[in-house]
């Protein structure tokens, strides 16, 4: 749900810049915006609930680009499959 939120938060930015810097179509503003402002809601909640790090949180609270910001920070973590605890398959003998 965070790559989402954050591609969302992203994307609704660029229409937003893109548009204020083109014809400045009001009916654009007035739909992009508070989907700019969910996705950015949304991206702070899912970053202050899944992690406790100061850095992730701080990261989410960037306007704009913060869901990025956070998918970098918890990305690799999340990425890495989970080690074994135990072998599954006893080690063959010689």
């Known amino acids: 749900m965070l790559r989402i939120a954050a591609a969302v938060e992203a994307g609704s930015l660029a229409v937003l810049l893109l548009n204020l810097l083109t014809a400045h ?27 406790r790090r ?10 704009g680009i913060g869901g990025l910001l956070v998918l970098r920070t918890v990305g690799p973590r999340a990425r890495r499959p989970a080690e074994p605890t135990s072998c599954p398959i006893p080690p063959s003998e010689p």
């Not at 100061?54 to 306007?63: C, F, Y």
């Open 25 to 51: 179509w009001e009916p654009v503003s007035s739909v992009t915006g508070p989907v700019h402002g969910c996705a950015y809601l949304f991206v702070v909640v899912l970053a202050f609930r899944g992690d």
């Open 54 to 63: 100061a850095a992730t949180r701080i990261a989410s609270l960037v306007p």
